[in-house]
T-cell receptor, first 114, second 115 residues
Framework: SAVISQKPSRDICQRGTSLTIQCQVD?????MFWYRQQPGQSLTLIAT?????????ESGFVIDKFPISRPNLTFSTLTVSNMSPEDSSIYLC???????????FGQGTRLTVV | AQKVTQAQTEISVVEKEDVTLDCVYE???????LFWYKQPPSGELVFLIR??????QNEISGRYSWNFQKSTSSFNFTITASQVVDSAVYFC????????????FGAGTRLFVKA
């Protein structure tokens, strides 16, 4: 299993600003994933963050808007840049652990852009 | 391609009724994993079950049971004798070897259990 700490748990931000979300895992993991859950919607994968390489972004998501860092095997950050109200969502960090690849999730960051 | 379909957007039942949540998946991989997660109104994601593609045994855990059928690419979830606390959004999810086991989620089914 894996315990994931995500910070901040929630924030209210002004449009045009940027927010960096931190994800800390209690064990070394190869793959970390960032998801977005817009209000009333399912979870959508933003990108896969591998240590030592560039993040791989899903269709519809770009690095300029969602830059990701992965400096080591236990930590990653996601930045939501130049925010607009449409970015108001829950952002979740996830890791895949073990051969079963069960996905463990952080508590999420509830972002409101005003 | 990797896809999860939960055709039921919302289901409403009366307490003590049984309810089945449907999940149909698509994958070209022979090795994959299926999951169910619960998201109560508080917002956190709660892991319920994982099934790998080589294990078609159905599973029962208390009031919960899961029916995995590869022939129909389905992984349905049944709650027996539903309770108000079961009210939540339930997500079916799939991860496969191709793509590094990233998890793809269905749209979710919102379950309302009325007293």
């Amino acid at each position: 299993s894996a315990v994931i700490s995500q910070k901040p748990s929630r924030d209210i931000c002004q449009r045009g600003t940027s927010l960096t979300i931190q994800c800390q895992v209690d064990s070394q993991v190869t793959m970390m994933f960032w998801y977005r859950q817009q209000p009333g919607q399912s979870l959508t994968l933003i990108a896969t963050a591998n240590q030592g390489s560039e993040a791989t972004y899903e269709s519809g998501f770009v690095i300029d808007k969602f830059p990701i860092s992965r400096p080591n095997l236990t930590f990653s950050t996601l930045t939501v840049s130049n925010m607009s109200p449409e970015d108001s969502s829950i952002y979740l960090c996830s890791v895949g652990v073990g051969r079963t690849s069960e996905a463990f999730f952080g508590q999420g960051t509830r972002l409101t852009v005003v | 391609a990797q896809k999860v379909t939960q055709a039921q957007t919302e289901i409403s039942v009366v307490e003590k009724e049984d309810v089945t949540l449907d999940c149909v998946y698509e994958t070209r991989d022979t090795t994959y994993y299926l999951f169910w997660y619960k998201q109560p109104p508080s917002g956190e994601l709660v892991f319920l079950i994982r099934r790998n593609s080589f294990d078609e045994q159905n599973e029962i855990s208390g009031r919960y049971s899961w029916n995995f059928q590869k022939s129909t690419s389905s992984f349905n979830f049944t709650i027996t004798a539903s309770q108000v606390v079961d009210s939540a959004v339930y997500f079916c999810a799939l991860s496969q070897n191709t793509g590094g086991f990233k998890t793809i989620f269905g749209a979710g089914t919102r379950l309302f259990v009325k007293a």
